[in-house]
């Protein structure tokens, strides 16, 4: 493996004043754009483009700044928390749900309604695809494919979170068309998934319970809260992806727009700039090259990938 491609992701989620107090999310617009902007600036000087997943309430209040981000190269998709968006446009009663709970026609009337509002701000139709905690079931891929979504980063490898129905446990870790019926497997869909990179050799127990890989994400505190550094993170990723050695081989980082990454004073934002350091190190190192692209290119090219050939197990 000579090239490894690099995705950098924000989900941006609507600012608390329009969602939930208890949700996750900026105080307010300004800081979303401050979020988003100091983010894509910072990948930037690396080299890298960026991925946003962009809530119906935020493409709305900000399409202005997700216009001028997509001009600029980077890329623009659709995110979904059912329950926050129930609450801004339902008075909480609609979908007031995870991703992963609502039925297939639950899910494609609520897609469909959004997708309608980000048509609306960005002037054609949403193409990718994030559920918000990577909450999915096996009607989801169906029911992207069908309403005509390209791809996404709908999967989370090994994450456990059976409260947000984000359970990933088994499931396939690089890019590949999805599967219509079972949602851990590549199959034939129209519909390329890009999964969360992750650290797959140990899992952690955060505090609340809920079971993970270490990832990429400046958000948490990796060194401080779980003693792993993003040197091992990064090391461990690369060494995962090139002995697996997949058709399209890619390292892909999330964050979200509720960080200061215009203040090189703040934590996460320290914590952004260390990640990108050790990502490019582990690959120098590998003698791997990264190069920065988006889900749109990573969509296409899993789509062109044919579904593996698997044995039958006669069990
Ligand atoms: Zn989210």
């Known amino acids: 493996m ?3 491609s690099v995705v950098i992701t924000m989900d941006c989620e609507p600012s608390t004043a329009t969602s939930h107090p208890r949700a ?17 600036a910072i990948a930037r000087s690396y ?32 995110h979904m928390h059912p329950w926050k968006y129930s609450f801004w446009r339902h008075e909480g009663e609609r979908y007031r749900a995870h991703f992963g709970d609502l039925s297939e026609a639950e899910a494609t009337a609520l897609l469909a309604e959004a997708s309608a509002l980000f048509h609306e701000a960005m002037g054609r139709p949403p193409l990718w695809f994030r559920p918000g905690t990577f909450s999915a079931n096996d009607a ?12 996404g980063s709908v999967s989370a490898p090994e994450r456990v979170y059976r409260e947000t129905r984000s359970v990933w446990s088994g499931c396939e870790p690089d890019p590949h068309r999805a599967h ?24 952690l127990t955060a505090p609340n319970g809920r079971r993970m890989p270490a990832d990429f994400r400046p958000d948490t505190d990796w060194p401080g809260q779980y003693g792993v550094s993003y040197r091992a993170i990064a090391e461990n990723i690369l060494a995962q992806v090139r002995q697996r050695d997949p058709a399209v081989p890619v390292l892909n980082a999330i964050s979200h727009n509720m960080f200061e990454y215009r203040d090189p004073a703040d934590p996460v934002c320290q914590r952004f700039k260390v990640m ?30 044919a579904p593996p050939e698997e044995e039958f197990a006669y069990i």
């Open 47 to 78: 080299g890298f483009p960026c991925t946003f997943f962009v809530h119906p309430e935020t493409i709305l209040a900000q399409a202005d700044l997700f216009r001028a981000l997509e001009r600029e190269g980077h890329c623009v998709g659709l």
């Open 180 to 203: 219509a019926t079972f949602r851990q497997i590549a199959g034939d869909l129209p519909f390329g998934n890009m999964p969360l990179s992750a650290d797959l050799s140990r899992i």
């Open 276 to 305: 990108l350091d050790e990502l490019s190190g582990a690959c120098e190192r590998a003698g791997v090259k990264p190069v920065g692209t988006t889900v749109a290119d990573i969509a296409e090219r899993a789509l062109r990938v």
């Open 140 to 151: 989801s891929f169906r029911v992207l494919a069908a309403l005509g979504f390209r791809g």
């Open 2 to 4: 000579r090239e490894i």
């Open 24 to 40: 996750t999310g900026p105080r307010d617009w300004a800081m979303g754009e401050r979020a988003v902007l100091g983010y894509a």
